[in-house]
């Protein structure tokens, strides 16, 4: 009997230590980051760092601005295109649809999910490059299709079957009284749906989008295969753009010849981090008040 | 207009929300079959790239499936070791106050983390130890990456287990520990083994954060201290370089990563329901 305690109570200090182990990660990368970036933050303000639109390393000029509007113009370009059809979609799939469409869209989703965003890039320079060069040309945009817009368009279809699946869970989340109690008042199906489930579905929806947002804003591969990569201020939409996770990816090879370059590439990833962890756990509050995880 | 004809709107608009959804990831999954299918051949698959490779001449990337198979394997069982004690220690029953509260916040924040940052994060941590790029730094770095996502997944799963089960092992006498890794294991496995493939495959998929640590070779991976070649990776290298027949590998690379991932899925849906014979309802 003692051994048997003995035994389940040292579980109980190994289960301590993992989880100080999972804490002390994420502070690990937190202050590794931070730490990183710090040459470059006591030289140069932060306001400097932040406005500046001149990207010439060999000179030390390290202005991020450019790359923070290309990244936040290209995430609001995805889940303007992706958040509406997701929603009305999610909403058909859940009020409307047979238990049959609903079970068998599933496993859908969750291939769509697992599949590379290397994948969603390659489709991309096939089908979306070539697409908005030629719409470019129509509207007088002359362009090389590696574009602002070709990049929101690709990210807008990666994050489909992500928003999909968290609303349909906000959905089936939402109490059955609930609609039973409006469908017994009276209303039709649609009013019931509007008023009473898209109602209680709300705060759930916006973690959902808010969820969207983080992973889009931190994709790179994909982006990167389509945007075209210029590190200059894009004027429209129609111009190439260059994100935060791109420059991250295309430097980190070559940055430690130059000072202050693997400075300036970590505190990209330091501002991306901090950017998508504030999004996250305001969604994460949301949906842990809903209790869904 | 009245309320009929506003419910026939609505239900057409989010039918043609759902249609046009489906219909362009129909056409993507079309476009990467019929442009990889095209360009297929036996020697992708089965040879390593000769001389001139990249500049259309023979060879195939049969180093990077198998690097992503050993990169994907390593990191999963990495993060198996850790993922599955970190699940069980979240659960109620080893609830710690606080520290359980900040953990999941730690989880939360490392499960958003997006995998360049991570690519970053496990170049600065080479370049501290000395490391120069290799299997094992694309290893860890990846095992950093997919552990959240295990461990959360996990986490749920054994969350679910029915009350009344944990309860009756309580009631029989059981510590813990006992009912955890007898009872509730037994339980739960089906669904813990679908977490380590939803690892699996998030592994093998990501680009990003193998761009450095892992690099790129064209010989068959060698040694853990080696560089090593992976599918997603030479997909984008392929499609990178203005020569045509180069590009058409990539297609072909694509379809073959592609068709791992959906293996990995219809895998991970038998493993499910093989493993799931035991299950209390």
Same mark, same amino acid.
């Given at each position: 009997m003692p051994r048997r305690s003995s035994l389940d109570s040292l579980s109980q200090v190994l289960a301590r230590i993992f989880l100080l182990l999972a804490v002390a990660t994420a502070l690990l990368l937190l202050v590794g980051l931070f730490l990183k970036s710090r040459p470059i933050l006591m030289r140069v303000s932060l306001w400097e760092l932040f406005s500046g639109d001149s990207w010439r390393p060999l000179r030390g000029e390290f202005g991020f601005f450019p790359f923070i509007l290309s990244t936040v113009v290209v995430t609001l370009i995805a889940l303007l295109l992706a958040v509406p059809p997701c929603l009305l979609a999610a909403v058909y799939l859940s009020e409307y649809s047979s238990r049959r469409l609903q079970q068998s869209f599933r496993p859908i989703l969750e291939v769509l999910a697992a599949i590379p965003s290397?994948?969603?890039?390659?489709?991309?320079?096939?089908?979306?490059?070539?697409?908005?060069?030629?719409? %470019?040309?129509?509207?007088?945009?002359?362009? *090389?299709?590696?574009?602002?817009?070709?990049?929101?368009?690709?990210?807008?279809?990666?994050?489909?079957?992500?928003?999909? *699946?968290? *609303?349909?869970?906000v959905l089936l989340a939402v109490p059955a009284e609930a609609r039973l $109690?409006?469908? +017994?008042?009276?209303? @039709?199906?649609?009013? @019931?749906?509007?008023?009473?489930?898209?109602?209680?579905?709300?705060?759930?929806?916006? +973690?959902?989008?808010?969820?969207?947002?983080?992973?889009?804003?931190?994709? $790179?591969?994909?982006?990167?295969?389509?945007?075209?990569?210029?590190? #200059?201020?894009?004027?429209?939409?129609?111009?190439?753009?260059?994100?935060?996770?791109?420059?991250?990816?295309?430097?980190?090879?070559?940055?430690?010849s130059i000072p202050l370059y693997d400075s300036a590439i970590m505190l990209a990833a330091l501002i991306l981090m901090v950017i998508i962890i504030a999004v996250n756990l305001i969604a994460h509050r949301i949906l842990g008040k809903l209790e869904i995880r | 207009m009245n309320r009929r004809n506003e419910e026939k709107l609505a239900i057409g608009l989010m039918r043609l929300s759902l249609y046009g959804v489906v219909l362009i990831l129909a056409a993507i999954m079309a476009v990467i079959v019929v442009k990889g299918f095209s360009a297929m051949s036996w020697s992708m698959i089965t040879q390593t790239p #000769?001389?001139?490779?990249?500049?259309? #001449?023979?060879?195939?990337?049969a180093n990077a499936i198998v690097g992503s198979i050993y990169l994907a394997g390593g990191a999963t069982f990495l993060s198996l070791l850790i993922s599955v004690p970190l699940a069980f220690a979240l659960q109620k029953e080893y609830s710690s106050g606080r520290l359980t509260y900040y953990s999941r916040l730690a989880l939360?924040?490392?499960?958003?983390?997006?995998?360049?940052?991570?690519g970053a994060f496990g170049f600065i941590i080479m370049m501290m130890i000395g490391l120069r790029s290799s299997l094992l730094a694309g290893i860890i770095t990846l095992a950093l990456l997919v552990t959240p996502i295990m461990t959360r997944a996990m986490e749920e799963i054994i969350r679910m287990a029915p009350q009344e089960l944990k309860e009756t092992a309580c009631a029989l006498g059981l510590t813990r520990l006992e009912s955890s890794s007898t009872v509730i294991l037994r339980q739960t496995i089906g669904g813990l083994l679908t977490a380590v493939m939803l690892a699996f495959s998030r592994a093998i998929g990501d680009a990003a954060s193998i761009l450095f640590t892992?690099?790129? *070779?064209?010989?068959?991976? %060698?040694?853990?201290?080696?560089?090593?070649a992976s599918l997603p990776l030479a997909v984008f290298f392929q499609i990178s370089t203005p020569i045509v027949e180069v590009q058409q590998r990539a297609y072909a690379s694509a379809l073959i990563l592609f068709i791992i991932v959906l293996l990995l899925s219809l895998l991970s849906r038998w493993i499910y329901l093989k493993f799931s014979q035991n299950v209390i309802k």
């Open positions: 290397v994948i969603y890039g390659l489709w991309g320079v096939l089908i979306i490059v070539p697409l908005t060069r030629t719409v %470019g040309g129509w509207l007088g945009h002359a362009n *090389s299709g590696y574009t602002l817009i070709a990049g929101g368009m690709v990210l807008a279809i990666m994050v489909v079957p992500f928003i999909i *699946s968290l *609303s349909m869970e $109690t409006a469908l +017994a008042l009276g209303c @039709t199906r649609w009013e @019931t749906t509007r008023h009473v489930v898209v109602r209680h579905a709300q705060r759930g929806f916006f +973690a959902a989008v808010l969820l969207g947002f983080s992973r889009a804003f931190g994709e $790179t591969i994909a982006v990167m295969m389509v945007i075209g990569n210029v590190a #200059k201020t894009p004027r429209s939409l129609f111009d190439p753009a260059y994100t935060l996770p791109a420059l991250i990816a295309n430097n980190y090879g070559e940055m430690m | #000769k001389g001139g490779f990249y500049l259309g #001449k023979e060879g195939g990337v939360d924040v490392l499960w958003g983390t997006p995998s360049i940052v991570y892992a690099g790129f *070779s064209d010989h068959m991976p %060698g040694s853990l201290l080696d560089p090593v």
